[in-house]
């Protein structure tokens, strides 16, 4: 049984109970929102991965260095080793959301369902020798951190939804406009604030 939206506020009826959100909402082609988003997480390179703990029920979430990206960028692919709490998580629950932040505030949150791929032509496909200094060498000839070493698997996040957020303006601008907000009480116009649906994530397939 679903229960009521949470609100905690009678708002006006002619007023957005958000407006930030309101101001801020930049609906673009497609092409564009996509490619935005693409170009953001590939500059950010590392995201916090949450997954939930199967023991408890509760969520987790760990900085992860990103591999790859397949289906036209939004499909996120992570090295993992086999054997680490993580992949118990999404073994148990494949739900997963990554999320991206950079030094300026702009960030991204893609939500999806998480696969973890063993087989040796996909690890070899996107191994690389540094793997080594976080798997070690076991010195069994089996598992050494190479690109043979059954530890090794790759983590592909297929995205379902994707939220992101990119600046509008300049620094400068950007602290205008939150001053003049803070003075007369209009929501600052600081970010390009966009969706990115299943049914549009999946046209990019």
């Not at 309101?22 to 949450?50: I, R």
Request: proline share 4%; net charge negative; hydrophobic share 35%.
């Amino acid at each position: 049984m679903s229960q009521k939206p949470f609100s905690n506020a009678d708002v006006p009826d002619n007023k957005p109970a958000d407006p930030y959100k309101q101001a801020n909402k930049s609906e673009p082609e497609l092409t564009e929102k996509v490619q935005d988003l693409v170009t953001f997480v590939e500059n950010c390179k590392f995201g916090m991965m949450t997954t939930r703990i199967e023991s408890s029920g509760l969520l987790t979430s760990r900085c992860m260095a990103m591999a790859a990206m397949e289906g036209g960028g939004v499909d996120l692919l992570f090295h993992t080793n086999t054997e680490s709490g993580k992949t118990d998580d999404l073994n148990n629950d494949p739900k997963i959301n990554v999320a991206f932040l950079n030094s300026s505030g702009e960030w991204a949150s893609v939500s999806g369902e998480a696969s973890i791929i063993t087989d040796r032509e996909t690890v070899r496909k996107y191994y690389t020798p540094t793997l080594k200094a976080w798997l070690g060498d076991l010195e069994d000839g089996k598992h050494d951190g190479g690109p043979e070493d059954p530890r090794i698997g790759v983590i592909k996040v297929k995205a379902v939804t994707a939220t992101y957020a990119i600046a509008s303006s300049t620094v400068l601008g950007r602290g205008i406009e939150v001053a003049k907000g803070a003075i007369t009480g209009s929501a600052a116009k600081v970010n390009k604030l966009r969706e990115i649906n299943e049914q549009e994530l999946q046209q990019c397939e």
